[in-house]
């Protein structure tokens, strides 16, 4: 395909030019079509330039709502960087956010600038405080409601938007769950060429709906759609049947989760009632599905249930399965004008189909380099970046994906994906949910540590019942994959975005 070249801010006015009157966004009763969108991008635009100028960095909370596209996308055509801000971080994690990208201007929720307050005093640079909801009590100067900051913004617009598309659009700070978070700079480029080859990947074009059943907004899904001419509806209910019902109330054609969800929705009591009509296909990534509910879903609902592979600093999409040829638990081949290959943990020697190591990519989406100290951390000489994950490739291409890398381990000389031995546990019908990972044993080097939540209570004491479910998982078990200690524990914490938090759960378990 031909990958565009384009900056960011003109994804809307692409789209308005291309299908002025078709409907760009739904959320709940209000629609806005494109014309409507790039009119709104223009307004933020405007706005942001008259409350910093240009060459200044813009924390925007990517709430799944409309706002969030027209202060992104107006943040970009402003000559800005715009900063991606999780709603659902705790406040120390927003300040970390705000005060390594030095931002001068932040568009926040009510509640998340109650969170940030406590540490406001930390964040010399953050001049305005621009709340998108209701303003909370009692509110410092610089803390503005946004129909006030658009009110007072030109109406002709100002300068004309960036010209050139090498230059950084957007700040990604990367999870942190296997470490400190990484400020990733992805240029307007790595961002638009994203946009179509998502969406190519994806089957997407101008006659397609997709249901955002998320818990807020992803750069891929919006880019992708914008590029298409999709109509996105945007459903933040995590209810199975408030998700069939909006998908089938506007002939939704992609349905885009995450994979807890889409676990959760596989074991729910009401899925036999659930049947998408217009539904072709059920979208996932950000964490691994296991097979057995991407199994059933796919029976349920006479669908195929796909994962795609991806990383903040590729924008974020690196492989994705294809509807059309599904491959149970892989994560598809690379999307266009992508090299993907897996090389040996230690000898970093190529490996060929079916050898499992750590994964490299290779294209126009990926970063330059990360901000800071890191830099180009993660690349060689030819430009390949190593991910930190462990898969192979199929001899097709297609990746699949085992864990990360300072997740597995060895035992007995084998590598130990933890994923793989959780998706056996899983499948038990006392466990909940569960986590595994290596504990330090003399003579294998590791062996698989599990904590499990039980799924209702047990008469036997909670000792014993974890050790029936380690005996009985392990029947099903390779030698080295079998479980040597297991815990019962009453809830597993996980990250905003459903992501186990297995490097502190290994800490905590093993005192270190």
């Not at 307050?117 to 803390?143: C, K, N, Q, S």
């Not at 290959?341 to 190591?357: F, S």
């Amino acid at each position: 395909m031909d990958l565009p070249d384009l900056t960011l801010g003109e994804l809307p006015r692409r789209a308005a030019r291309n299908w002025p009157a078709r409907t760009a966004l739904r959320h709940g009763t209000r629609a806005l079509t494109f014309a409507e969108l790039d009119a709104a991008t223009d307004r933020c635009a405007a706005a942001v330039r008259q409350a910093v100028g240009t060459g200044a960095t813009v924390g925007a909370a990517t709430v799944l709502a409309p706002v969030f596209a027209s202060l992104y996308y107006g943040t970009a055509r402003s000559g800005n960087t715009v900063v991606t801000l999780n709603p659902l971080v705790r406040g120390e994690a927003l300040r970390h956010v705000l005060a390594a990208s030095r931002a001068r201007l932040a568009f926040l929720t009510g509640e998340m600038w109650e969170r940030l307050a406590p540490f406001r005093d930390e964040l010399p640079d953050l001049a305005t405080v621009v709340v998108l909801d209701r303003p909370p009590a009692g509110a410092p100067a610089g803390t503005v409601a946004l129909e006030t900051l658009l009110a007072g913004a030109p109406a002709d617009g100002t300068a004309d938007e960036p010209a050139d598309p090498g230059t950084t659009a957007c700040v990604h700070f990367t999870s942190g769950t296997t470490g400190a978070p990484k400020a990733v700079p992805l240029t307007h480029r790595n961002l638009t060429v994203n946009a179509a080859q998502t969406a190519q990947a994806q089957g997407l074009d101008a006659t397609s709906v997709t249901l955002n059943q998320l818990p807020l907004f992803h750069l891929m899904h919006l880019n992708s759609a914008l590029w298409a001419g999709a109509t996105q509806v945007l459903c933040p209910d995590g209810d199975a049947a408030a998700a069939v019902a909006e998908a089938d109330r506007y002939e939704a054609t992609h349905w885009f989760s995450i994979p807890m969800r889409l676990a959760r929705l596989a074991a729910d009591p009401r899925l036999p009632e659930l049947k998408p009509r217009t539904v072709r296909g059920i979208f996932c990534g950000g964490s691994a599905l296991p097979a057995g509910p991407a199994r059933v879903l796919s029976a349920a609902f006479g669908i195929p249930v796909v994962q795609g592979y991806g990383l903040a600093e590729a924008s974020p999409t690196v492989t994705l399965d294809l509807p059309a040829r599904p491959r149970p638990g892989s994560c598809g081949p690379p999307v266009a004008g992508t090299e993907c290959r897996v090389v040996d943990l230690a000898t970093r020697r190529v490996l060929g189909a079916g050898e499992r190591g750590e994964i490299q990519i290779r294209g126009p989406q990926l970063m330059r380099g990360y901000l800071g100290p890191d830099g180009r951390q993660g690349f060689d000489e030819e430009g390949w970046f190593s991910t930190g994950d462990v898969g192979h490739l199929d001899e097709d291409g297609y990746l699949f994906v085992a864990d990360r890398l300072g997740d597995v381990f060895k035992c007995d000389n084998e590598i130990v994906a933890p994923t793989e031995v959780e998706a056996v546990l899983a499948r038990h019908p006392a466990v909940a949910d569960c986590v595994v990972f290596g504990h330090p044993d003399e003579f294998s080097g590791a062996v698989a540590h599990a904590l499990v939540v039980p799924r209702a209570p047990e008469s036997e004491d909670a000792a014993a019942l974890a050790a029936r479910i380690a005996e009985e998982v392990n029947a099903d078990l390779a030698p080295f994959q079998q479980i040597h200690y297991i815990d019962a524990v009453p809830a597993l914490p996980r990250g905003p975005g459903g992501k186990i938090q297995r490097r502190l759960l290994r800490a905590t378990a093993l005192g270190t």
